[in-house]
């Protein structure tokens, strides 16, 4: 969000369900691949799918405890995302042969990174884009009033809609003035009447 005036972080929730989600499907798995690891190790035909199982349980295990134990002490939200596509590849190969469940992994694989990202708004000449999947954009006609004020922004829109949220970080007084000077600016431009 480089392109805009200003790039305001807010505070995210804590993720305690998106994380509970993700360590209950990774467990899931983790508990379906050793079991098929030890049913078929005896097989000739799935003995090489049975080390495999093993060592998709051990790098998704491995993971949980990096993010479970060390993410936090280093200051890192903790994605799972590398072992959701572990797991993902366990389901969808033989002799599991899940598909959909695979599907399903890989999607959450996916969509965790983006749940997890810091909630942006950039605010430029044109109004104010939040980076949600898709991007939300509303230009200054379409806004009441801004204001941030003791680290809280306030959006104000004219569909009487409000948008309040903490930011991530304090914010020091002159840019907090600058910005609510800048707002104020475009705010009466977009009110003012058209030029003929």
Not at 78 to 97: D, Q, T
Not at 103 to 124: C, H, M, N, S, T
């Amino acid at each position: 969000m480089s392109r805009y005036n200003y790039v305001i972080t807010v505070k995210q929730p804590d993720y305690k369900s998106a994380n509970a989600i993700s360590l209950l499907m990774l467990m899931l798995a983790v508990a379906v691949f050793i079991y098929t690891a030890w049913v078929h190790w005896p097989s000739r035909v799935y003995h090489n799918a049975a080390i495999l199982y093993a060592i998709f349980s051990g790098i998704i295990l491995l993971w949980c405890i990096y993010s479970l134990a060390f993410a936090p002490k280093l200051k890192r939200v903790p994605y799972y995302r590398l072992g959701l596509a572990v797991a993902a590849v366990g389901w969808f190969i033989e002799p599991l042969n899940n598909y959909w469940i695979g599907a399903l992994y890989a999607i959450a694989a996916l969509i965790e990174r983006q749940v997890k990202f810091p909630a942006e708004i950039g605010i430029d000449d044109n109004g104010i884009v939040f980076n949600s999947l898709p991007a939300k954009a509303f230009t200054w006609n379409e806004i009441d009033n801004m204001l941030l004020k003791d680290n809280i922004i306030t959006i104000d829109f004219k569909n009487n809609k409000i948008y309040q949220k903490e930011t991530e970080a304090d914010v020091n007084a002159a840019l907090e003035k600058e910005l609510n000077a800048f707002c104020n600016r475009k705010l009466s431009e977009a009110a003012a009447p058209a030029s003929v």
